[in-house]
């Protein structure tokens, strides 16, 4: 079972900034956070991730609380065709584990 | 560099048929993975590769599910006999070995389309 808990669905006016939320409250000391991103029926796409430092590359910036029970997504200026689901998925560091999609969030970007 | 390819993109069979789906993983990645999206449902686990050997086959529907990996290169996905059910996208996603504590993301294919009539 997913281990995250997100909104069902978000909307995003096109240009500004989208912040997608997750909550992880029993993630353990040795998993990362990652993101991942299904655009309409296209093979998912791996995002960005994290332990408990803030990342940031050319997609995405990934925001991980202190106590890491949460984080949140942010693509800085969104456009449409960052249209998709997004999935928060917590993972084992150090292992080749299968990972766990859960419902994720369906961000729509606005025009 | 080519990314994972699958084949056939789309398949239309009919119940009772059998179906022989194909993964060609990024060059030197030893993992392989298989998943599959029925409408209206979530992405759920199949099975995990590590080279020819499965490591994971957990998310296995039943029998009628067979994945091979000979030779640790190309995975197929042979479904047979082949049920109403089974229907959806089939996608194959393949990583690096993790190694020195670092995680590997994984790459997906576009995904094999399935139809039973």
């Known amino acids: 079972d997913a281990k995250t808990t997100q909104p069902t669905s978000m909307d995003c006016a096109e240009g500004r900034a989208a912040n997608l939320p997750c909550n992880h409250s029993?993630?353990?000391?040795?998993?990362?956070v990652y993101w991942y991103r299904q655009i309409h029926s296209q093979g998912p796409q791996y995002i960005i991730h994290?332990?408990?430092n803030n990342e940031t590359n050319e997609m995405a910036s990934l925001i991980i609380t202190e106590d890491r029970k949460s984080s949140t997504l942010i693509l800085p200026h969104a456009t449409l065709r960052d249209t998709a689901v997004y999935y928060c998925?917590?993972?084992?560091?150090?292992?080749?584990?299968?990972?766990?999609f859960g419902k994720g969030t369906r961000l729509h970007i606005l025009p | 560099e080519a990314g994972v390819t699958q084949f056939p993109s789309h398949s239309v069979i009919e119940k009772g048929q059998t179906v022989t789906l194909r993964c060609d993983p990024i060059?030197?990645?030893?993992?392989l993975y298989w998943y599959r999206r029925v409408m209206g449902k979530e992405i759920k686990f199949l099975l995990h590769?590590?080279?020819?050997?499965?490591?994971?086959e957990s998310g296995m529907p039943n029998n009628r599910f067979l994945a091979e990996r000979t030779g640790g290169t190309y995975s197929t996905l042979k479904v047979q006999p082949a049920e109403l059910e089974d229907s959806g996208v089939y996608f194959c996603?393949?990583?690096?070995?993790?190694?020195?504590?670092?995680?590997?993301?994984?790459?997906f294919g576009e995904g094999s389309r399935l139809t039973v009539l």
């Open positions: 996603a393949s990583s690096q070995v993790v190694n020195r504590g670092l995680t590997g993301e994984l790459f």
């Open positions: 029993t993630i353990s000391g040795n998993e990362y």
């Open positions: 994290g332990l408990k």
């Open positions: 998925i917590v993972r084992v560091a150090g292992r080749d584990d299968k990972i766990i």
């Open positions: 060059s030197g990645h030893d993992n």
């Open positions: 590769f590590v080279k020819e050997s499965k490591q994971d």
